[in-house]
């Protein structure tokens, strides 16, 4: 069992930035793709970065160029830092664990099996 706990959400003007975390409990920490999604009331959840067990990165063009995840493996936490926000960057952000053997990130969210509870991030213009 993996439990997941995002926090650094807020509300920030627009080109602000924020620095989200998402602590995760369980020992296949180490062993698991790591991302963080997105979901805006009323519409799909949709991936925005992901790291995978060998540190491969894949990112939404959405969030190219100015979001970045990192995990700290000691801590079991996975960050995602983002720059230059625009308000259409408004959306509950959730973490998510993918627990297969996979080696690359996969953007399609029911290939994750855990999930955090989600923290809201809301960029006035």
């Known amino acids: 069992q993996v439990q997941l706990v995002e926090s650094g959400g807020g509300l920030v003007q627009a080109g602000g930035s924020l620095r989200l975390s998402c602590a995760a409990s369980?020992?296949?920490?180490?062993?698991?793709?790591m991302a963080w999604f997105r979901q805006v009331s009323g519409r799909e959840r949709e991936f925005v970065a992901g790291?995978?067990?060998?540190?491969?990165?894949y990112y939404a063009n959405s969030g190219k160029g100015r979001f970045t995840i990192s995990r700290d493996y000691a801590k079991n936490i996975v960050y995602l830092q983002m720059n230059s926000l625009k308000s259409e960057d408004t959306a509950l952000y959730y973490c998510?664990?993918?627990?297969?053997?996979?080696?690359?990130?996969?953007?399609?969210?029911?290939?994750?099996?855990?999930w955090g509870q989600g923290t809201q991030v809301t960029v006035s213009s």
């Open positions: 998510a664990a993918d627990q297969s053997s996979s080696v690359r990130v996969t953007t399609k969210s029911a290939s994750y099996d855990y």
């Open positions: 790291m995978s067990r060998l540190d491969i990165t």
């Open positions: 369980g020992r296949t920490f180490s062993d698991s793709t």
